[in-house]
Nanobody, 123 residues
Framework: QVQLVESGGGAVQAGGSLRLSCAVS????????VGWFRQAPGKEREFVAT???????VYSESVKGRFTISRDIAKNTVYLQMNTLKPEDTAVYYC?????????????????WGRGTQVTVSS
């Protein structure tokens, strides 16, 4: 059984930083695409970043240059370092895993999801 558990969310002021973690069990991340998505109140879930099995990374335009996705194979954990946070980054952040050997940005292609962690950025 594949499980993903996010942690590291919280409340910060604009310009601050947070690092989210996604601990994966039941599937090795070196053979998966792992992505981060977010959903703000009243909005649809949107793609944030992904890392594929060869460590190719892709970011949404709204976070490019501010967020960094990375992974620790030994810990089977994926991270999202978020810098220069803005109030519009406020959302519940979800990590997801796809048993696909390639870059995956569409939420519909992810089979496994965590429960999410809240990030709140105040101005």
């Amino acid at each position: 059984q594949v499980q993903l558990v996010e942690s590291g969310g919280g409340a910060v002021q604009a310009g601050g930083s947070l690092r989210l973690s996604c601990a994966v069990s039941g599937r090795i991340i070196s053979r998966s695409a792992v992505g981060w998505f977010r959903q703000a109140p009243g909005k649809e879930r949107e793609f944030v970043a992904t890392v594929d099995w060869t460590e190719i990374t892709v970011y949404s335009e709204s976070v490019k240059g501010r967020f960094t996705i990375s992974r620790d194979i030994a810990k089977n954990t994926v991270y999202l370092q978020m810098n220069t946070l803005k109030p519009e980054d406020t959302a519940v952040y979800y990590c997801a895993a796809a048993p696909i050997l390639g870059v995956v940005t569409a939420s519909t292609q992810y089979d496994y999801w965590g429960r999410g962690t809240q990030v709140t950025v105040s101005s």
